[in-house]
């Protein structure tokens, strides 16, 4: 869980960095995936065993694919080059709240009032993130890609809950890499032709070095680990991982803000402090309800 935390708040900072340079999430997500892909494709029959799904887990699979490259990572990208590293990580920071309701629901089991309680808390610390009574440009830039990183953190409860039941019948190894694998698949038509007309050479060095971060650690290791504890823990119990990250996330965001690797302002003021506190109270609140 640990490597998971330090992961995160890296790949915050790094894909920042790269969809910068990029300048364009679809390419950028792509080429991740293509990344991933080659990665998991190396170690298939090897370290990673052979797929041996049915029908209807292939489909899931690729439902899962869907989920999780165009709609999660392209969402995930296009909101992170409108807003900072520190919203991104607090807003994926709700995930256990997105699981816990997600997962009530299928159950048809109610929360406590204590959850609720917290859900309310947690949500009120997105809003004064979010700012909605703020006018401006830039505010407005920051809650529009907020937007979209919402939208990435719905696809990931949804990926992380169907998801789990695979993840605990075959080799974990084995649905990463399919299920990331079928989501680039399909993408690829989408993108062939902006991938074909992009000029690569204004990439940075930093672009570069943020593609390597997400292919290598956030797509191929982070959902290697993140599905490995599918195995063992319960749905919530695993998206409780994302807890720490928006302290770790600030702590580093601030640091290559001041070393110039990050350009701009940060939104690091009082109210995101304040926001982020009533979000991870909240959080804590819900886990220690046992009903």
Known sequence: ?????????????????????????????????????????????????????????????????????????????????????????????????????????????????????????????????????????????????????????????LYTVLATDICRKKNALAVTAWSLILGVIVMLPFAAETLKNFDFSIVSNAGWFGLGYMILITSTAMMIVWNILLQHLTPVQVAITTNAQPLATTILASATAAMGFLPGDQDLGFLFFLGMVLSLSGIIIIQKTND
């Not at 998971?4 to 950028?28: C, D, E, W, Y």
């Not at 298939?44 to 699979?61: M, Q, R």
Request: charged residues 10%; aromatic residues 12%; contains cysteine.
């Open 1 to 157: 869980m640990i490597f998971h935390v330090v992961g995160a708040a890296g790949t915050f900072i790094f894909s920042k960095a790269a969809v910068l340079s990029f300048a364009n999430p679809l390419v950028l997500t792509v080429i991740r995936g293509l990344g991933s892909s080659i990665v998991f494709l190396t170690f298939t029959g090897w370290k990673i065993p052979k797929p041996d799904f049915i029908f209807k887990e292939w489909l899931l699979l690729l439902g899962l694919g869907i989920l999780l490259v165009p709609m999660n990572q392209f969402c995930f990208l296009k909101g992170l080059e409108l807003s900072v590293p520190g919203h991104s990580a607090l807003i994926y920071a709700m995930t256990p709240i997105g699981v816990l309701m997600l997962t009530s629901t299928i159950t048809k089991k109610t929360p406590s009032f204590q959850k609720f309680l917290g859900v309310f808390i947690a949500f009120s610390g997105v809003i004064i993130v979010l700012r909605p009574w703020a006018s401006g440009d830039q505010i407005s830039e920051l809650r529009l890609g907020d937007l979209w990183l919402i939208g990435a953190v719905c696809c990931w409860v």
